[in-house]
């Protein structure tokens, strides 16, 4: 129901995918340990391009974003990130993270700094920016997330909805290329998934490159130039937003949007 | 069926049974025939302890007299806390020289000087001041207690310390008056507010070095008189070990526990069997290895006393018990904390340093407290191989001839005086808790 509000005040959006490759991966595999949960994964994303992953629990779904920035190590293929093949190289790992941003499920702010040490965190210490630079820019986007008067407390006084509003601001610190959600709303309770929702549209509107998996088909349908469906570790089928729900061509999908819709 | 609400429910008070005297006698004490019987039984016992006690330790006990007979003359039936009080230097100083007691004041005394800034709300720079009170106070006060001939070295460190004492305090002053820092203070007491970093920086430089010369060329001159290790004592002594390694405890458990922790075989399998061969042994073998077999491992020629092989041993000794306090800390920072400190880019060390340490540790105030009291009260295992640190002391003075067979007196002081310390720091460690936990409850 949330969803269906947001696509009434947005609609679709236009595309912003440009033809430059941002993010690529060749054959990736993974296991833990001996549990196949990424099989021959093939995905080029184009810089600007927004990505929606839905798929039924256990899909891979979440391990195959987390492989993107290392969070996982994926044993066999290739994952090429901002032209840096992801191995071993703790130096390229470490790069690769700054220019990843993540919010995660179950937001994972510090619990022991304010907000805006939460946001000035990474810039300075990582980026090495002045404190007062910092401080300028976490404000900025605090604005933009629309908590600013929050900025001095922790955050085990803010809600849910307001928390992962600041993870998204935390992220957005780094100055990132690509953003990547794990399931940014399953979380939260119904009334404040509209206003997160609506702070990644606005996101998806400035041109970043996302991948977002998310049970969310309306925002979906306003937000995603592709949508991925995954099923037990495999891409099954992927296309537009509305051929992928009006036209699911694999029986699986066909099966999954009957049980979500 | 279909309801709406047209009034709101009232707010009425309490019943009685909550909210008075005899409602809380009634539901806490009194509840049913079984409990008030315990009550009353426990009130008996309260009471008969206390009466006795009183009439032993303050209405028939002696408070002054020279030895332990003349007490007896005194009073059969009460405490010689005379004993107790003729024998106080000796309890806290050992066998200190009493001309040189002032020493070990001063050196207490600059600790506290030292450490006050860190409670103080306006005062910056706290962890600056913090590092200092690690790494320069020791010498300062390690000269200050030994004396004896300084090589250039410890001329340094005494000269840089006292300095740095001169300055955190005038820092403290001026941070509780004005909220300044003291180079802040310094530059616009010189007019030189507009002058580029660079200049400011190496007026201050400057201000530091006359400083550092004047303090060196003062100190070159005095001496303090040597005291033998083997002179120290009492609670001083106590003190002494039990300092050393409660402030070593914290970063060689943090080592070990990241170390226990680490995805290098070698260095894991390394920090776990020195933590388990540490832990799996009891403090005073420990000691007694320390001070028979150190030795057999020390190249020739390098002797240490007696009194740095303990210091030595219960450094390690702690450490190893913290390192498992720490780990413990570590491992209940969800795995969440970790993944948001990499995706914001941070490499291992910003991630423990910056987010998962502050986090464990804040976990595990209780537990580091707990073991620092654990820490200190182990230390009179000390007095077993030799030392005569407090519980020495107070043994001692019942084979002192005017006081032969004075046992259950010194005790009983040296109970109180371990209950306040250690009351004292467990109440801190409960306010700590509670400052750092306001306002970011998970």
Partial sequence: MTSMKTTESHGQLASAASSEVIIELNKVNKWYVDFHVLKDIDLTVHKGERIVVCGPSGSGKSTLIRCINHLEEHQEGDIIVDGITLDKNLKNIDHIRTEVGMVFQSFNLFPHLTILENLTMGPIWVRKMPKA?????????????????????????????????????????????????????????????????????????????????????GFAKIVADRVIFMDAGDIVEQNEPIEFFNNPQHSRTKLFLNQIL | ??????????????????????????????????????????????????????????????????????????????????????????????????????????GGLMLILWMAPLWLPRVKGKIFIGLTTVFLYPFLAGYLFAGGDKGIFLQVMVSAAIVCLAANTLHSIIG????????????????????????????????????????????????????????????????????????????????????????????????????????????????FMATTMLPLFLPEGIVLNKLVQVIIAVCLFSGCYMAETVRAGLQAVPKGQYEAAHTIGLGYFGMMSLIVMPQALKLMIPNIVGSFIGLLKDTTLVSIIGLFDILGMLRAISNDVPWRGLHVEPLLFGASLFFIICFVMSKYSRHLEAKLSAGNNH
């Fill in chain 1, 133 to 217: 630079d910092a401080e300028e820019t976490a404000m900025m986007y605090l604005e933009r997330v629309r908590i600013p008067e929050q900025a001095d407390k922790y955050p085990g006084q803010l809600s849910g909805g307001q928390q992962q509003r600041v993870a998204i601001a935390r992220s957005l610190c780094m100055n990132p290329k690509i953003m990547l959600f794990d399931e940014p709303t399953s979380a939260l309770d119904p009334e404040m998934i509209k206003e997160v929702l609506d702070v990644m549209v606005e996101l998806a509107e400035t041109g970043m490159t996302m991948i977002v998996v998310t049970h969310e088909m």
């Fill in chain 2, 1 to 106: 069926m279909k309801f709406v609400q047209v009034d709101e429910t009232a707010i009425r008070p309490a019943p009685l049974s909550e909210a008075s005297v005899i409602g809380w006698l009634h539901k806490n004490l009194f509840s049913s025939w079984l409990n008030a019987l315990l009550t009353i039984i426990s009130l008996y016992i309260i009471y008969v302890t206390v009466v006795e006690l009183w009439s032993w330790g303050i209405t028939n006990a002696v408070w002054t007299a020279e030895t332990r007979r003349e007490c007896f003359d005194i009073s059969i039936d009460g405490a010689c806390w005379a004993g107790v009080t003729q024998w106080l230097d000796n309890f806290f100083y050992g066998r200190y020289p009493r001309e040189e007691l002032w020493r070990v004041n001063l």
């Fill in chain 2, 176 to 287: 509780m008056l004005s909220g300044r820092s003291l180079p802040e203070f310094l530059i616009r007491t010189l007019g030189k507010e507009k002058a580029s970093d660079a200049t400011q920086r190496n007026i201050l430089i400057g201000l530091l070095g006359i400083a550092f010369a004047v303090v060196f060329v003062g100190q070159m001159g005095t001496t303090a008189v040597i005291v033998p290790w083997t002179k120290w004592g009492g609670l001083f002594l106590t003190l002494v070990i039990s300092g050393i390694g409660i402030a070593s405890a914290l970063p060689i458990g943090i080592i070990l526990a990241l170390g226990r922790r680490s995805k290098l075989p070698v260095i894991r399998v390394l920090c776990i069997t020195f933590i388990e061969l540490f832990r799996s042994v009891p403090l005073i073998t420990v000691l």
